[in-house]
């Protein structure tokens, strides 16, 4: 069986993690380590020793927002960026699921709704994600004051071609 | 010149005031756009961080359409500028990755469209001093901070059209259209992307700092080139601490003398007119 390491490495398909020598770079750059659990350099490390449960169903690998100031400054090439996309796939592949739910779910509510109409329908895409979420009232007076400037409307034009589009989502289905 | 235009869906919704400007500066400058026919979304972060191949198909159905004209593509979102060029350079190094994708979308992809932002065809393409040229009404008094965001620079391997930790180019714009431009340390931090909705107070900490900074720097404003990066500072900061942030092309129709922008303003939730009545400039 593979270890942890092996699996991440195989899937980021480039830099191998363990060329981090913890200078904390990344960490020292990361808008969202404030809000992180573990810092993006300890969960290379945590991936070394083989701690797959905890790296999967930790909030950290959710927060990140993909900034990618970890890659662009890593003297090794690291791409912490990319590592966090794996390891989220992980922990959906492998139903381990979201410590962040409303992440997830918003994520969810997103990918549906172009699934739907080939682009997406800011509104519908809101209330979906609300009726997931079941977060209903937040951000109300916002959306009502969007509708008001008419920079939200419930016809919105579509893709035309939606053969192709559902063909793509179908192709490339998670098992 | 003649490029494809790529919107996407920030531009036809919340973010339409970005669409219209740049369709206005653009024609001014002599830039004719092409929409890209039948686009569909990019699949934004939600894509990549949840299906890596879902990430690259969705941009690669685009290209692949885009590529049917010999001509760049111009992608004034930020995020989706990212999205485009991720795949690009995913499909170009990953051969075996090329022939998934292209079953998956059913196309050939060349790598033959040059896939652009507006800043860059502007400052590259069209020229500083044809857009100084146009300037009818210098910003005078208007002191932005310029904010890249994430988007637009990093990777630097994979956007590569200025520089990833201390960018310049839309400072520039912004220096040609008479604006004072306010130099700051914030350029490209992060202002909390997609998690507004699902992590509302993180954001709304993350925003409260970069207004507190660009205050510092003594800025009257921020301009942008993205509408994630727009939605999150103008409708997240907390009370009343929000400065007035614009698209850069907002900025330039309005030097440019062009009709429009007092509708584009109307749409923000922090109300520019004030500043820019205060300045005579509207
Ligand atoms: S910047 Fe690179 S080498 Fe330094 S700690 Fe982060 S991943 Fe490791
Ligand atoms: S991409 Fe993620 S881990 Fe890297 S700096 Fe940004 S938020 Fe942090």
């Known amino acids: 069986m593979k270890t942890f390491l092996e699996e991440v490495n195989e899937k980021i398909n480039g830099v191998p993690i363990q060329r981090c020598y913890h200078c904390r770079k990344c960490t020292a750059g990361c808008p969202m380590a404030f809000a992180m659990e573990h810092n993006p350099n300890r969960v290379v490390k945590m991936i070394q020793m083989e701690k797959r449960e905890e790296v999967l169903a930790s909030g950290t690998i959710w927060l990140c927002v993909s900034c990618e100031t970890c890659i662009t400054r890593c003297p090794n090439e690291v791409d912490i960026a990319r590592m966090m996309d794996v390891l989220r796939q992980m922990a959906i592949e492998t139903g381990v699921g979201a410590k962040e739910k409303n992440i997830l779910k918003f994520h969810e509510a997103f990918l549906a709704n172009i699934r739907m109409g080939g682009r997406i329908n800011e509104p519908t895409m809101m209330v979906h994600y609300k009726l997931k979420s079941g977060d209903l009232f937040s951000d109300m007076a916002m959306g009502i004051d969007m509708f008001r400037k008419g920079k939200l409307s419930l016809i919105s034009p579509r893709t035309r071609d939606m053969k192709s589009v559902r063909r793509i989502f179908e192709k490339t289905r998670q098992s | ?282």
């Open chain 2, 1 to 282: 010149m003649k490029v494809s235009y790529y919107p996407g869906c920030s531009l036809h919704g919340t973010a339409k005031e970005y669409d219209q400007s740049v369709r206005s500066v653009s024609h001014a400058l002599g830039i004719e756009l092409e929409e890209i026919e039948d686009w569909s979304c990019c699949g934004a972060t939600s894509a990549h961080s949840t299906n890596f191949k879902l990430s690259i198909a969705l941009p690669a159905r685009n290209l692949i359409a885009a590529e049917k004209k010999a001509q760049d593509v111009m992608i004034p979102c930020a995020a989706c500028f990212n999205r485009f060029k991720t795949a690009e350079h995913h499909l170009s190094q990953d051969p075996e990755l090329k022939a998934e994708i292209e079953e998956i979308v059913g196309g050939r992809y060349q790598g033959s469209a040059a896939i652009r932002n507006p800043i860059d065809i502007i400052v590259r393409d069209i020229g500083l001093e044809a857009l100084a040229a146009k300037v009818v009404k210098r910003l005078a008094g208007l002191k932005p901070v310029s904010y890249y965001g994430c988007l637009l620079l990093r990777p630097p391997d994979v956007c590569r059209f200025d520089d990833a930790e201390n960018p310049v180019l839309l400072d520039r714009i912004l220096a040609v259209l008479g604006a004072e431009v306010r130099p700051w340390s914030f350029k490209t931090d992060c202002c909390g992307g997609s998690l507004t909705i699902s992590k509302t107070e993180i954001v709304v900490r993350m925003v409260d700092k970069l207004m507190e900074m660009a205050r510092e720097a003594g800025a009257n404003c921020l301009v942008t080139a993205c509408p994630v990066c727009m939605a999150n500072l103008d409708m997240r900061s907390s009370k009343d601490a929000g400065l007035p942030v614009f698209y850069f092309t907002e900025l330039a129709a309005l030097a440019m003398g062009q009709e429009g922008p007092e509708g584009w303003f109307r749409l923000h939730r922090t109300d520019p007119r004030p500043l820019l009545k205060g300045l005579q400039l509207l």
